[in-house]
């Protein structure tokens, strides 16, 4: 399986202001995901991030509010724009393609973002 | 788009017996069905997955069954075990990898010693 790793971790953040999250995984992959998890709920799909290309972004969310950056098989940002408290989540990140001979997806460890 | 179902939403078993997470989806054209079990504080780990030309796979104490016909698949878990305490959730997709994955609710599970 793909090691994912996140940063920051966690933090917390004034209401209007911005925060960009970092997706690294050790090998290269063909699809990246960013997935929103609020408070006690499931995974909702943000937004497939697209290597040299804009994002693909689900109903309901845009780009103004969640640019997103993707400029090589192993990274990729999301930035959450803007801040409410309505965003305070966790945001995933997740990679997909074939991986150990099989087609799969796999999450990173989250960032817990807290916005007052 | 596709929709997925699961229940129950909280279970709780004495240790050594076994629990029974079961889903439904809409979508005919779905064929993988991932099973992640997220613990406190942590991103969703991949347990066990079935594809569409299945019925059901096991691994040690984790088993999935899949019913294409009724588009419904349950997790079980045999001898539970304080670890295996967490939230677990179902999920579907046109495509193992390469497709968004669309969840269930979530099944928070607690084993108890």
């Known amino acids: 399986s793909a090691v994912i790793s996140q940063k920051p971790s966690r933090d917390i953040c004034q209401r209007g202001t911005s925060l960009t999250i970092q997706c690294q995984v050790d090998s290269q992959v063909t699809m990246m995901f960013w997935y929103r998890q609020q408070p006690g709920q499931s995974l909702t799909l943000i937004a497939t991030?697209?290597?040299?290309?804009?994002?693909?972004?689900e109903s309901g969310f845009v780009i103004d509010k969640f640019p997103i950056s993707r400029p090589n098989l192993t990274f990729s940002t999301l930035t959450v724009s803007n801040m409410s408290p309505e965003d305070s989540s966790i945001y995933l990140c997740?990679?997909?393609?074939?991986?150990?001979?099989?087609?799969?997806?796999?999450f990173g460890p989250g960032t817990r973002l807290l916005v007052l | 788009g596709e929709n997925v179902e699961q229940h129950p939403s909280t279970l709780s078993v004495q240790e050594g017996d076994s629990a029974v997470i079961k889903c439904t989806y809409s979508?005919?054209?779905?064929?993988?069905f991932p099973w992640y079990k997220q613990e406190l504080g942590k991103g969703p780990q991949l347990i066990i997955d079935?594809?569409?030309?299945?019925g059901e796979k096991k691994d040690q104490r984790i088993a999935v069954t899949l019913n294409k016909t009724a588009k419904h698949f349950s997790l079980h878990i045999t001898e539970t075990q304080p670890e295996d305490s967490a939230v677990y959730f179902c999920?579907?997709?046109?495509?193992?990898?390469?497709?968004?994955?669309?969840f269930g609710t979530g099944t928070k599970l607690q084993v108890i010693p």
């Open positions: 997740s990679v997909g393609g074939e991986m150990g001979g099989q087609e799969t997806q796999y």
């Open positions: 999920a579907a997709t046109l495509s193992g990898g390469y497709q968004k994955v669309t």
């Open positions: 991030a697209n290597q040299g290309s804009e994002a693909t972004y």
């Open positions: 079935i594809r569409s030309n299945v």
């Open positions: 979508d005919s054209a779905s064929n993988y």
